[in-house]
Structure formats: structure tokens, C-alpha cells
């Protein structure tokens, strides 16, 4: 299929870029500030490139936001290790691009705007890239036409396909075509290998997940004062809280630390009234005295360091589907609870395989799972090192990626 062709069969794609572009204007226009942000930082990514340097070899890296950012660590910093080297990474999310920072004068952040074709060539030709990276996802089309055009390799790591994903249906053939085109798709699960292989894909091979490689990277400052087992809602939404909220009275001598996904002032205020008396804010303890019963966290980032003080992890998103980091958790020896939508979550498979996870439905199970393990402490002390053991047993992936990118410049 040539250049045009598939220009043409993009109808569907090019038409949704359309639309998500409008209905981001309107958010901004009406007063949503995520919305208002995404634009404004889309309309100056030239002056964030602005000390780009011409004479440096740039490696594009694409993030849709701040985790897949954390994802690439490790390969960011074996790039630059290396002379003239410079990385640009790119974001669509404004929150990615705010929360994530490297601290290196070759290394540069922009919002990526609108994926549209004049735009894609415009952004291409201004980087020069000597390689295009996807982290995972967020694959724009019409930048990996465009790099394709001009010979310029694209790559994708840590990725995951479902057959679900609209790629395989009638509306994604040409999208997958474009796929088709990328010089290497490295994958964090072998059911994505065999899925791409079973469509049609040879440029594909398994590396495994980088994420298990940026674990235990950053160094905490935070301390708390915490005298009693400590259980954690990592990124908490609402199905979490309540069924959390209908046991916390039933279960003594606990800390219970609540870190809710969202922390707007109106969800802190209804997580805080869920809880009741005793629950108090982080932003108003006193972090030389030991903590409350329930601590409710309203503050962004520290979530990971919050896991060193845990022994147990409820991590949030197990009933939307969309399951939080559990390997963050269980980086620092947490045992893992989570809902049951999990199907799409490799590394969730392989915690309950190892018995060092379990998946919650609602409080009573909640209640008995917890009791179990602080009713055996050592079982617990066990499956905790099991955790971090399996971490590191995991790790490698990055090595992996920067090999394949090397051959391919």
C-alpha cells in the first residue's frame, strides 16, 4: 500500500484528530483548565524547542503522559550518557508535561500538538529526529507517515494490544497499515507478540515492560511517624473508598492511608466526609506525630514514596478497568489488592500467579483478606519480600529497547 493510499484510508482517523481538536477549544473556551492548558501548550511547543540543538543527535521520544515518561527513565538516561546526544520528549497530556523533569541541558520537553498532517510534517522537519520512540502508546499516524517518508525509524516499547483495540476492526485497516510501516513494535506481554503476529505484523518482537526497571529509582525525603500496620488506597476512586470505609470500623490497631486518583477540593472534601472523624488531611498533620487513624493524602507525588511505609496495597482502578501501578506498590513489599476488571493487565496476572495479590469484589472479602494477613504476620513479612523479589526477577526491558534502537542508527 503506497503513501497515498493510505492518506486516503486515514479518512476515519484524520476526522476523530478533527473533532478532538474542536471539542478540546470548546472544554477551553467554557472554562475546563486541563482543556485550556492543552492548548495553550500546544500553540508554543516551538518556543519550548527553542535551544534545540542542530548539531546534536536528537532521539524523539512521545509520551501520552507523566507514567510513560517515568517509563523511559532508564533510556533516556542511556542516551545521554552518551556524547552529543540530545533527547526531546513530547506530551499530549499538559499533566505529564508539567509533573515530569530531567535534569539535563540536553534534554527538552514540549506539548505535542494536533496530530494533522501539515502539522506532523512541519514538527518533523523542525526536530530532525534520528529516531522516533513511543512509550507504550499514543501512536499519531500521520508523524510515523511522515517519518516513514523521510526515513527516519519509529519504534514503540512496553506496548500492549488487545484484540479489542480498533486497530483490527474494519475501521483500523489503514491505521494498522501504518503500523505495519514502524521499523520495530516491542512488546511488555507475549499475548500482544502473538495478537500482531496473528494479524499480520513481523516487525514485532518481546522485550518486556520497562516500567519494572524505573522502580526504586527516586529517593524519598518523606517521613512519617506510623507505629501499626499500615494499609493503603493507592490511587483511589470511589468503589475503592466505600467498601474500604463499610470494614475500617471493624478492623483496630491499623493506619489506614487514603490517597485518593483525584484530589480537586470537592473529592477530598467527600473522601474526608466518607471516613469521618477520623480521618484527617496530609496538608494539615503534624509530620512529627504519629499519624491518625485515616489519613487522607491532598497532595500530588508521593504517592510511591507513600508504599515504603504500607504493608498492604488496595490500588485503585480494579472495577473500571482501569487498574492504577500495582508495581509501584509492590516495589517496596506491599501485598496487592485490586478489583476484578483486570484483563488487560498482564503484570496483575502474574501477581496473583505468585500469590502475592488477591482480587477484592467487595468488603466482606476485603475485610477477611485483610484480617488473614495481619492475623499472620510472618505469611505477610514473606509475601512482602516475595514482592520485591519479583520485581527485580522482572527487570531488563530498557537494556533490551536501547539495544534494538542502536542497530537502527
Same mark, same amino acid.
Given at each position: 500500500m503506497n503513501f497515498t493510499t493510505i492518506k486516503m484510508r486515514l479518512f476515519h482517523y484524520q476526522i476523530a484528530i478533527e473533532l478532538l481538536t474542536i471539542y478540546l477549544k470548546v472544554a477551553a473556551v467554557f472554562g475546563n483548565e486541563k482543556a485550556k492548558k492543552s492548548i495553550e501548550g500546544k500553540e508554543k511547543w516551538q518556543k519550548d524547542l527553542s535551544n534545540l540543538s542542530s548539531e546534536k543527535k536528537t532521539f524523539w521520544i512521545h509520551c501520552a503522559s507523566h507514567g510513560e515518561a517515568i517509563m523511559a527513565n532508564e533510556l533516556v538516561r542511556k542516551i545521554l550518557n552518551e556524547k552529543n546526544n540530545q533527547v526531546v520528549m513530547s506530551f499530549f497530556s499538559p499533566s505529564g508535561y508539567d509533573n515530569y523533569s530531567f535534569e539535563d541541558a540536553n534534554f527538552h520537553k514540549f506539548h505535542l500538538p494536533f496530530d494533522k498532517k501539515r502539522k506532523a510534517k512541519k514538527i518533523v522537519d523542525f526536530i530532525n529526529p534520528r529516531i522516533l520512540i513511543f512509550v507504550k502508546y499514543d501512536l499519531w499516524l500521520n508523524l510515523i507517515n511522515e517519518c516513514h517518508k523521510k526515513n527516519i525509524p519509529s519504534i514503540v516499547f512496553s506496548s500492549k494490544f488487545r484484540k479489542s483495540h480498533w486497530y483490527f476492526n474494519i475501521f483500523g485497516t489503514s491505521a494498522k497499515k501504518v503500523l505495519q510501516t514502524m521499523n520495530l513494535i516491542l512488546t511488555a506481554d507475549h499475548l500482544s507478540k502473538e495478537? &500482531? !503476529? $496473528? #494479524?499480520?505484523?513481523? %516487525?514485532? @518482537?518481546f522485550s518486556g515492560d520497562t516500567r519494572f526497571d524505573s522502580l526504586n529509582e527516586v529517593k524519598s525525603n518523606l517521613v512519617l511517624d506510623i507505629r501499626l500496620p499500615c494499609i493503603i488506597l493507592g490511587s483511589s476512586w470511589e468503589k475503592e473508598e466505600s467498601i474500604t470505609?463499610?470494614?475500617?470500623?471493624?478492623?483496630? +490497631?491499623v493506619h489506614w492511608i487514603i490517597a485518593p486518583h483525584e484530589i480537586k477540593e470537592k473529592e477530598i472534601l467527600r473522601t474526608k466526609k466518607l471516613f469521618g472523624n477520623n480521618a484527617e488531611l496530609y496538608s494539615k498533620i503534624d509530620l512529627k506525630k504519629p499519624i491518625p487513624k485515616v489519613?487522607?493524602? /491532598?497532595?500530588?507525588?508521593?504517592?510511591? +514514596?507513600?508504599? +515504603?511505609?504500607? /504493608?498492604?496495597?488496595?490500588?485503585?482502578?480494579?472495577?473500571?478497568? @482501569?487498574?492504577? %501501578?500495582?508495581?509501584?506498590a509492590a516495589s517496596k513489599g506491599n501485598f496487592l489488592l485490586f478489583g476484578p476488571n483486570i484483563k488487560n493487565y498482564p503484570e496483575a496476572d502474574l501477581m496473583l500467579k505468585e500469590k502475592i495479590a488477591k482480587v477484592i469484589r467487595n468488603? =466482606?472479602?476485603? @475485610? #477477611?483478606?485483610?484480617?488473614?494477613? &495481619? $492475623? +499472620? =504476620? /510472618?505469611?505477610? $513479612? !514473606? =509475601?512482602?519480600?516475595?514482592?520485591?523479589?519479583?520485581?527485580? $526477577?522482572?527487570?531488563?526491558?530498557?537494556?533490551?529497547?536501547? %539495544?534494538?534502537?542502536?542497530?537502527?542508527?
Open positions: 495478537l &500482531l !503476529k $496473528e #494479524n499480520g505484523f513481523s %516487525n514485532v @518482537k470505609a463499610e470494614i475500617i470500623k471493624a478492623i483496630d +490497631n489519613l487522607i493524602i /491532598d497532595q500530588i507525588g508521593i504517592l510511591a +514514596n507513600l508504599y +515504603n511505609y504500607s /504493608d498492604i496495597a488496595f490500588v485503585g482502578g480494579g472495577f473500571s478497568g @482501569k487498574l492504577h %501501578n500495582i508495581l509501584e468488603s =466482606k472479602e476485603m @475485610k #477477611n483478606a485483610i484480617v488473614d494477613l &495481619l $492475623e +499472620n =504476620k /510472618d505469611t505477610l $513479612e !514473606k =509475601k512482602k519480600r516475595k514482592a520485591i523479589q519479583i520485581i527485580k $526477577e522482572n527487570k531488563g526491558a530498557t537494556e533490551i529497547v536501547w %539495544n534494538e534502537i542502536q542497530k537502527m542508527i
